[in-house]
């Protein structure tokens, strides 16, 4: 892979590849409103990140993924990749799930916010936790952890990566909250909508039935006499 400022080589372990183009606007607008569940149920209800918890309190998550690959326990590549974010970018960065050491923190924090950064996901542990309880900056990671990263190691920057099983490339659109975290595909984004608007009105349909009592006493009992349960 050649570097294309320089026309050189990369040495070994590392890879910064341009940015995405970032998501148009109206489509951040558009899925700031809707769940990361109804989602995850218009992908197929297999796909989203396992593991990955909120440390930032409550609120809602959306903007364009901006990648990182670091060796565990390392953060040299995603001090970097802040370096380059801009505003509206959610940084998803894959620490290979390593829980011994925190690869973001307070410091970063900061930096991320002077970016405009919507939003960060690691595969792996952040530190200085209450710093982000005050959800100015939506974090979502594995855990928490005291112990430091180490600046010196490979990685790469805007590749395709896995962030604890939720499989995320350069620019796809990422949506977070306190259930978790997915990502959609940019040439997806119209159909999932579809979807998931669809989805949005039959549950307001739902509970306006189970409000109102009208849905139907039978409905289950005919989803099981369908399964050849006799009821």
Same mark, same amino acid.
């Given at each position: 892979?050649?570097?294309?400022?320089?026309?050189?080589?990369?040495?070994?372990?590392?890879?910064?590849?341009?940015?995405?183009?970032?998501?148009?606007?109206?489509?951040?607008?558009?899925?700031?409103?809707?769940?990361?569940?109804?989602?995850?149920?218009?992908?197929?209800?297999?796909?989203?990140?396992?593991?990955?918890?909120?440390?930032?309190?409550?609120?809602?998550?959306?903007?364009?993924?901006?990648?990182?690959?670091?060796?565990?326990?390392? /953060?040299?590549?995603?001090?970097? @990749?802040?370096?380059?974010?801009? =505003? *509206? $970018?959610?940084? +998803?960065? %894959?620490?290979? #799930?390593?829980?011994?050491?925190?690869?973001?923190?307070?410091?970063?924090?900061?930096?991320?916010?002077?970016?405009?950064?919507?939003?960060?996901?690691?595969?792996?542990?952040?530190?200085?936790?209450?710093?982000?309880?005050?959800?100015?900056?939506?974090?979502?990671?594995?855990?928490?952890?005291?112990?430091?990263?180490?600046?010196?190691?490979?990685?790469?920057? /805007?590749?395709?990566?896995?962030? @604890?099983?939720?499989?995320?490339? =350069? *620019? $796809?659109?990422? +949506?977070? %909250?306190?259930? #978790?975290?997915?990502?959609?595909?940019?040439?997806?984004?119209?159909?999932?909508?579809?979807?998931?608007?669809?989805?949005?009105?039959?549950?307001?349909?739902?509970?306006?039935?189970?409000?109102?009592?009208?849905?139907?006493?039978?409905?289950?009992?005919?989803?099981?006499?369908?399964?050849?349960?006799?009821?």
């Amino acid at each position: 892979m050649l570097n294309v400022a320089s026309n050189e080589a990369w040495p070994t372990g590392f890879q910064i590849n341009p940015s995405p183009a970032a998501i148009p606007g109206e489509w951040l607008d558009a899925f700031s409103q809707v769940p990361s569940a109804i989602i995850s149920d218009c992908l197929g209800r297999n796909v989203g990140g396992l593991g990955l918890h909120p440390f930032h309190g409550r609120g809602h998550m959306c903007g364009t993924a901006i990648t990182v690959r670091v060796r565990p326990g390392d /953060n040299l590549m995603t001090l970097k @990749a802040i370096q380059m974010a801009r =505003p *509206g $970018d959610i940084l +998803v960065v %894959d620490g290979s #799930g390593d829980q011994t050491r925190a690869i973001i923190g307070g410091i970063m924090r900061a930096m991320a916010l002077k970016a405009g950064v919507r939003g960060i996901v690691v595969n792996g542990m952040l530190r200085d936790h209450d710093d982000w309880l005050d959800g100015k900056m939506p974090i979502f990671a594995l855990g928490c952890v005291h112990r430091g990263p180490s600046t010196d190691g490979a990685g790469e920057i /805007n590749v395709p990566v896995s962030c @604890a099983g939720l499989v995320v490339n =350069p *620019g $796809d659109l990422v +949506v977070g %909250d306190s259930d #978790g975290v997915v990502a959609i595909a940019l040439d997806q984004l119209t159909r999932v909508y579809e979807r998931c608007r669809q989805l949005l009105d039959r549950e307001a349909s739902i509970l306006k039935g189970i409000e109102e009592d009208t849905l139907d006493p039978d409905r289950f009992n005919a989803m099981l006499r369908a399964k050849g349960c006799p009821v």
